[in-house]
């Protein structure tokens, strides 16, 4: 992409599954969502954002509403409001709605220089069904989830 835009997350496509509800905020495949992430994320107490995983990209994490449990390279550290995590490129990592009320974190990532993500198992992970059992690709990763259903838009996703 080399031009600028402007989309708004209640406008966009949104889906959900059992790790809670999703939009990607590139949606359509154009050149810009081949080198950058970034979307919005609505978690419930225990839901994963997605599995342990590592990759050789950056990722950035900015929890704008809600507590998250992140599980970094073994260890876990509470989030809130507010709080920003980064994570440099083969960071194993995984986010987890923790609070009452669900969740809402932005991800931003780039994906520039190819290469692709493995999620290795993670006890800690385990305990929110957030880790593989034996390190594996992404397909066989997400399998026990199905695919994504497409969710109309609800306010409180971003209330």
């Not at 994570?87 to 190819?114: N, S, T």
Request: hydrophobic share 40%; with cysteine; proline share 6%.
């Amino acid at each position: 992409m080399t031009d600028w835009q402007v989309r708004n997350a209640r406008d966009l496509q949104w889906e959900a599954n059992e790790m809670g509800a999703y939009c990607d905020l590139l949606q359509g495949g154009d050149a810009a969502s081949e080198e950058f992430a970034i979307n919005l994320n609505v978690l419930g107490k225990g839901q994963p954002m997605a599995l342990y995983h590592h990759e050789p990209h950056q990722e950035g994490f900015l929890v704008l509403r809600g507590e998250c449990e992140l599980i970094v390279e073994g260890r876990s550290q509470p989030l809130r409001q507010w709080d920003y995590v980064h994570c440099g490129r083969d960071v194993p990592h995984v986010i987890v709605g923790a609070g009452d009320e669900p969740a809402l974190v932005l991800a931003v990532g780039g994906r520039v220089g190819g290469g692709k993500a493995t999620y290795p198992p993670e006890p800690l992970a385990a305990r929110y069904r957030a880790s593989t059992s034996a390190e594996m690709d992404a397909r066989a990763a997400y399998a026990q989830f199905g695919e994504g259903a497409v969710a109309p838009f609800r306010e409180e996703f971003l209330a």
